[in-house]
């Protein structure tokens, strides 16, 4: 957890300097990052001590296209699920078979 919280400073520095992840725009790098973050609350991951990260994804989750790609998961075992990463595989709610 030492590390989770040192890189989440880092992280956190950066959106008080900056509106997004990579500087001023709206990159990959924000869903790329921002995805993780709806997973903080059910793995029990103390993410609401950042304040500008916490600002910063609440943001994201206002915009129309976040709600287009956040609620999956990527595909394990070709199975599209909405588990959160920290749930074991008998957790997850198969979504859709990919292979």
Not at 5 to 11: D, E, P
Not at 27 to 33: K, L
């Amino acid at each position: 957890m030492a590390d989770f919280r040192k890189w989440t400073a880092v992280l956190d520095s950066n959106l008080g300097q900056h509106e997004y992840v990579s500087g001023d725009a709206l990159t990959v790098a924000d869903f790329s990052v921002g995805v993780w973050l709806g997973y903080t609350e059910v793995c029990e991951v103390p993410v609401a001590e950042f304040a500008n990260i916490d600002n910063w994804h609440n943001g994201l989750r206002e915009m129309p296209s976040w709600e287009k790609m956040a609620p999956l998961r990527p595909a394990l075992n070709g199975v599209v699920s909405i588990a959160p990463p920290c749930a074991g595989a008998e957790t997850a709610i198969p979504l859709l078979q990919t292979g």
